[in-house]
Structure formats: structure tokens, C-alpha cells
């Protein structure tokens, strides 16, 4: 029995429903990141169109060259660590980091001993830097409660509920709720000046050791531990075994090549790769990388239309974008701390990197993230030492 060459309808909703969850879920976070490391509103636009480009063109292409569902996203882990970004960094600064992180990754792709190296950071104290940057955005949602009361726990009810009904749904559910309050209080206005479609706004890289350290290298770390490595782990769940390297190599490129406009992390989902890369997307495992077509083809319509998108969330209340923020890492937040903690003999070591980390502490010009892993790392190798075991 011939089977039709068109995808089925399920193809185009799995892709639908993934570009949804991933861009509506976390593009406040984006702009947050933006505002922190002082971009501009046209460079807070460059930076939303040219991730949804880096997103879309090379995980359509990467899909038809290999033949299986590339499914690509922004690093949420690593936008959380540019928004908690406090050293003051410039916007040309912060995109020379960008551009050392995507090299990192880049040098992971074409060096396979850096990508089982990297493969053997303890994962509790990876997970424990990233918890440590995503804490408190999490805590910051309820610092909103006594200045807005209604809107706070009007959005805090919809994802409890959201999460009960349809898990993959409660933070466009929020989304929707927020606008609607917003809306009604007409507190949604666009910037002025701001346009229909998205644009691309190019800055000259800046390049500095201490952003190099504090952000380039902390957001490679993340970027390839909780983004790259479990969106290859989703492929090989979903039966598909791809060469990492390749993988690794097209997406520090785009970041690399992107950068300028300030595209700090394109890397594999994971979470909405599940969505795309299964039975329920296409029965046809041969046949289902044209959901990865699809999906990236949706993401260059985004791309085209960024300019609004990014506006609303710019000019939304602090205290709105916070509550969206704070509740889209709360799922990020509870796996980090899950993994953690999962290994009693390093729960010791993960729990001084994530305290150091969310402390916000910042050293000779360098961030925490980078001091929390340092903590982590000797706390690690003090345990380990023959001579300082316990009799």
C-alpha cells in the first residue's frame, strides 16, 4: 500500500504547537536578557529575529540534509544567565561573548575529545550553577504579590491549573492571561517607532577576558549541558542516532555568524524536540524529519513578524514580565535542582556552587556563574583528595 507523500495533518500541528510552547514560553526571558546587558529596543528586535532565524533556516536545513527531525531553540538556561547578568557589561561587550560562545561550541563539534570531556562535568554541579542562576527569577515572581496583588495570583492560579489540565499548555495559557489583564488595564502599547516586520541590527564585537569568563564560558557550559546534550538524547529516544559533531558544529556556527545581531545561543531542544520527533508528530519515522521542516520554516514566519512580538514584551510592566518569567523557569528550575541532587555523595559540592551562584557574588570583575562552578569544583576535588577521606 502506497502511503501519500504529503505530511500528515498531525506534522504540521506537532510543529505548530512546538513553536508555540517554545517562543511564546520564554521570549519575556529574551527581552529581560536584552534590557540587562543594556541593548537597545531595535537591538532587543535584531536580537528576536535573528534567534528565530538562527532557529528556523538551520534546523530546516539540517532536517533535509539528515533526514531526521533537527529540532532547534534559543538557550533558555542561557538567556536566564544574561538577564541575571549584574557586571554592567555594554551590548558589544556581551556580543563578543556571544561570538567566544558559539566558537567553544563550534571547537565541541570539531574536536570529539572536548565534547566527552564536556560530557563529564558532574551533572550535579552543572545543574546546580543553572538552578543557581534560575532561582531568582523564581523567587522574584512573588516579590510582585504585594505591589499587584490580582495580577499575580490571577497568573499563578492559571498555571496551576494550566499544569493540571494540559502540562505542555499552561504558559501560553499564562501568556494569554496576562494580555487579556494587561489589556483590560491598557498597559499593552508597542514602542514608538516600532514596525511590522523584524529587523537586524548589526554591533561590532567587543572582546574582553572577564566577559569571556564570566559569560561566554558559563553560557557555553549551559548552553551544551542542559540544552544540547539532553536535545540529543531526545533523537536517540525517538530512534534516530545522528553524529553529535555535526550537530554541535552547525549550531555554534549560527551562533557564531549571528552574534552581531545578538543571537547569544542557538542549540538542540529538548523538551520541544519530544514534541516533534515522536509517533504523535508523524507515524512515518523515515518521513518524519518534515517536521523539523515545517517547524523551522513556522520559526522564519516568526522571524519575519519579530518587530511586535518583541516590542509588547519591551514595553510591558516589570512586574508583568516578571510573573511570566519567574513561572516559565519554574518546570527549568525543579529539573535542575532534581538532578542536583540526585547523587547523595555530591549533593555537598552542588548545593556551595548553587548557593554562590544565586548569590549573585561578583569577583575581580567576574560573575557568579563562573565562581559558583569554581566553589563546585574544588568542593568536588577536596572530597576526593586520599588524604582528606574520612578514617
Not at 66 to 94: C, E, F, N, Q
Request: aromatic share 6%.
Amino acid at each position: 500500500m502506497k502511503h501519500s507523500r504529503l505530511p500528515p495533518p498531525s506534522a504540521f500541528t506537532a510543529a505548530a504547537v512546538g513553536v508555540i510552547i517554545g517562543f511564546g514560553g520564554t521570549v519575556a526571558l529574551v527581552v529581560q536578557a536584552g534590557q540587562a546587558l543594556g541593548a537597545s529596543p531595535v537591538q532587543i528586535v535584531s536580537m528576536v529575529t535573528g534567534l528565530c532565524l538562527g532557529i528556523g533556516l538551520p534546523g530546516l536545513l539540517l532536517s533535509l540534509r539528515l533526514r531526521i527531525p533537527v529540532i532547534l531553540a534559543w538557550s533558555t538556561p542561557g538567556a536566564a544567565l544574561l538577564a541575571a547578568s549584574t557586571l554592567g557589561h555594554d551590548w558589544s561587550t556581551a556580543v563578543g561573548a556571544f561570538v567566544i560562545s558559539g566558537l567553544l561550541m563550534v571547537l565541541t563539534g570539531l574536536i570529539p575529545v572536548l565534547g566527552r570531556l564536556a560530557a563529564r562535568i558532574p551533572p550535579a554541579i552543572a545543574s546546580a550553577m543553572l538552578a543557581g542562576v534560575l532561582a531568582p527569577f523564581v523567587i522574584r515572581l512573588f516579590l510582585v504579590f504585594p505591589t499587584d496583588m490580582a495580577l499575580a495570583a490571577g497568573l499563578v492560579a492559571v498555571f496551576l491549573i494550566g499544569r493540571r489540565l494540559a502540562p505542555t499548555w499552561a504558559m501560553p495559557m499564562v501568556l494569554a492571561g496576562a494580555f487579556a489583564a494587561l489589556a483590560l488595564r491598557g498597559q499593552i502599547a508597542l514602542p514608538p517607532g516600532t514596525g511590522l516586520f523584524g529587523t537586524l541590527a548589526p554591533v561590532v564585537p567587543h572582546f574582553d577576558l572577564k566577559a569571556a569568563i564570566s559569560l561566554a564560558l558559563p553560557l557555553f557550559l549551559v548552553t551544551l549541558v542542559s540544552q544540547n546534550l539532553p536535545g540529543l538524547v531526545v533523537l536517540k529516544t525517538s530512534g534516530y542516532e545522528p553524529r553529535p559533531g555535526p550537530l554541535l558544529l552547525a549550531t555554534g556556527a549560527a551562533t557564531t555568524v549571528l552574534a552581531p545581531f545578538g543571537v547569544f545561543g542557538v542549540n538542540l531542544a529538548a523538551i520541544v524536540a519530544a514534541i516533534c520527533t515522536g509517533p504523535d508528530a508523524h507515524p512515518d519515522k523515515d518521513r518524519r524529519w518534515v517536521v523539523g521542516v515545517i517547524y523551522g520554516g513556522l520559526y522564519l514566519v516568526v522571524a519575519v513578524f519579530a518587530a511586535p512580538v518583541a516590542g509588547l514584551f519591551a514595553a510591558m510592566p516589570a512586574g508583568a514580565l516578571a510573573l511570566i518569567t519567574g513561572l516559565a523557569l519554574i518546570g527549568p528550575l525543579t529539573g535542575a535542582l532534581t538532578t542536583m541532587l540526585a547523587q547523595p555523595e555530591d549533593r555537598e559540592a552542588a548545593v556551595l556552587t548553587f548557593a554562590a551562584t544565586a548569590s549573585g557574588l561578583a569577583l575581580l570583575g567576574i560573575g557568579s556563574a563562573f565562581w559558583g562552578l569554581t566553589v563546585g569544583f574544588l568542593a568536588l576535588a577536596a572530597r576526593r583528595l586520599p588524604g582528606l577521606r574520612r578514617a
